[in-house]
Structure formats: structure tokens, C-alpha cells
């Protein structure tokens, strides 16, 4: 792990049902403060994680949206290789209750000196709070509509504050007092004033971010995707192509941007590319996303790596005249 404070996103795979030359199966890891969340390893995730120069030690979390071979069947490898690797921490692992038969076979897929440190969270109904087991962040889960039962994540850090130093010099306020009036919201400044937290700090909204693979446009995928600073959306097929994302329930590039635009997202990460298109097609994706979206565009690559948007700074509030 790079590092602490790391807050990006590194694609591990681009492609839809099929891998191409130069696009892998799914494959999505989330680096928050130094907690990897795995989404979807499809087949030849754990050689990716290699390419990408992280390790096993650096997953403690493994969501599946479903159980579609392109969002799981690297599983085996990645579990055997946290078995092999001497994985210590508890490795949390989410994923459909319906598709435990299949989760099953992918967990007990070859013989292997086995591991007990993968917790099985199994997920079922429309909408789940997932426990985080102390994460600096909630997850919560939407189900989708897909051919079988698919599920997006949201991860959200708690809203906090943010000191602001000319408001606590002001009131002389310094060293342990400012912990003092984080903890118990007010305190008598040394010039006997009582002060609040509030006359010196200002709202700091947490930072948030979506994972929405397949579905068709539904009511949960725009509230997954709502004031995200970064959603991660899969964009199967192209506008002209919308016949087969309704077919085959999936989502286009100009739907991801309605989306984007509607849900106030900061930065749109473009993945999951069906086959069918070449490299010079790409170039339209990022296109038709924009038709309505005139944010931050990503289209992912294999082995990218993304940052979250920096933190949008804090409003201070002007103080009026006495």
C-alpha cells in the first residue's frame, strides 16, 4: 500500500464478457486510508495485482456485484494467493446471499492449504448496511436490476469539520484547548469568553464514492451515484447500441453521463467495454458522456491508476459586523 493517506482507484480490468488483447477481465481495487476493497476479480486478477505492483497483504476487502463469470472467476487465485501469502488481517468478503452456491465453488475451487481469515458477509434485499468492523467508512449496498441478482456499493466517510486557525487565535485558543473544544463543542477561552466549536470550525463533508456494474437504469443507480466524488460505472455498449444494453440489461456511455449529470458526481470512471468495439471506438465513449456530463471524464485502462478528487474546500462562513 502507497500509503496512509492514498485515496484512488486502481484498475485491474477493463473488459466486459469477453478479455481483448489489451482490456482483462473486471478487476477494481479501491485504496481509503490504507484499506484495500477488491470489487469484482474477475479471471486473471491476481496476475494484474502483480503487474500492478500489489500484493495480497494489501486486500481487506472483496465485494461481487455478482456472480457473471467476468466479476468472479478470479476469485480462486485471489483467495489461495491470500492463503499462500500468509494474509493475517481479516479479509472481509461480500457478495449476493442467492449466489452462495456459486460462491462456494469459487471459494473451494481446488485443493489448497485453505486460509481462516476470509469472513464471508453474504447480502440479501433491496438495500443493506454493511458492517464495516471499525472502517473509517460506511458501505452501504443497493440491489440492481440485472438478469441475476447484482448489487452496487457506496462507500462514504463521516462528515467532520475543519479548524479554522485565525478563529482559534482570535479567542487564544491553542495546543491541548483545541482538542478540548473539538471533544465538548465549547470551552471558556483564557480571556473568559465561552467559545463554541462552531464560531471556529466549518462543515466538512466526507468524501464518497460508487460502484455500480451491470443494470439497466434504475432508481438505485442514481442513488448510489448521488454527490459521489467518484462513481465507477460500467458503460458496456455505445448510444447506437442501446437495443442490447436493454437486451442484455446493461448500461451505454451516454446513460452513465445522465447519470453523472443528474447525481452531481465529481469525476465519471468509464469500464466494463464490451468487446465489440476497437480502440478507435473509445475515443466516443468519453463523447457520448459528455453529452450530458460536463464534469471530470476517466475512460479506464488496464493498470491506471485514478485518485479520488481532492477534498473540495471547506465554505467559511463571513462574520458579520457587531
Known amino acids: 500500500m502507497e500509503g496512509m493517506s492514498t485515496r484512488d482507484l486502481l484498475v485491474l480490468g477493463t473488459a466486459s464478457a469477453v478479455p481483448t488483447k489489451t482490456r482483462n477481465h473486471n478487476g477494481y481495487l479501491v485504496r481509503w486510508d490504507g484499506q484495500g476493497l477488491l470489487f469484482d476479480p474477475g479471471e486473471g486478477t491476481q496476475r494484474q495485482m502483480i503487474r500492478a505492483g500489489v500484493a495480497a497483504h494489501d486486500i481487506n476487502w472483496i465485494f461481487l456485484t455478482h456472480f457473471h463469470g467476468d466479476h468472479c472467476l478470479g476469485l480462486p487465485g485471489v483467495i489461495q494467493r491470500i492463503a499462500r501469502d500468509g494474509v493475517e488481517h481479516p479479509v472481509r468478503a461480500v457478495f449476493p446471499a442467492s449466489g ?17 481469515v476470509v469472513e464471508e458477509h453474504p447480502i440479501g434485499g433491496a438495500r443493506v448496511e454493511i458492517d464495516t468492523g471499525g472502517a473509517p467508512f460506511t458501505l452501504t449496498a443497493r440491489r440492481l436490476q440485472h438478469p441475476v441478482e447484482a448489487y452496487g456499493y457506496r462507500l462514504e466517510e463521516p462528515d467532520g469539520i475543519t479548524m479554522l486557525p485565525e478563529r482559534l487565535a482570535e479567542h487564544g485558543i491553542a495546543g491541548p484547548l483545541v ?17 463554541t466549536l462552531e464560531e471556529c470550525s466549518v462543515p466538512r463533508p466526507g468524501q464518497k464514492l460508487a460502484f455500480v456494474m451491470d443494470t439497466r437504469i434504475c432508481d438505485a443507480v442514481f442513488e448510489l451515484a448521488e454527490g459521489v466524488d467518484m462513481l465507477i460505472v460500467e458503460s458496456t455498449f455505445l448510444a447506437e447500441d442501446e437495443p442490447l444494453a436493454r437486451r442484455y440489461a446493461h448500461l451505454t456511455a451516454r446513460q452513465a453521463g445522465q447519470v453523472a449529470a443528474a447525481c452531481r458526481v465529481r469525476r465519471l470512471v468509464l469500464t466494463h467495454f464490451s468487446e465489440r468495439y476497437t480502440a478507435e471506438d473509445f475515443p466516443r465513449f468519453t463523447e457520448q458522456a459528455t453529452e450530458f456530463y460536463h464534469g471530470d471524464v476517466v475512460l479506464a485502462r488496464d493498470l491506471e491508476q485514478v485518485p479520488v478528487p481532492p477534498r473540495r474546500r471547506p465554505v467559511r462562513v463571513q462574520r458579520r459586523a457587531t
Open 179 to 195: 482538542g478540548q473544544l473539538q471533544r465538548e463543542g465549547r470551552l471558556t477561552a483564557p480571556d473568559g469568553r465561552i467559545v
Open 100 to 116: 452462495r452456491e456459486y460462491w462456494e465453488r469459487l471459494r473451494h475451487a481446488s485443493v489448497f492449504v485453505d486460509t481462516r
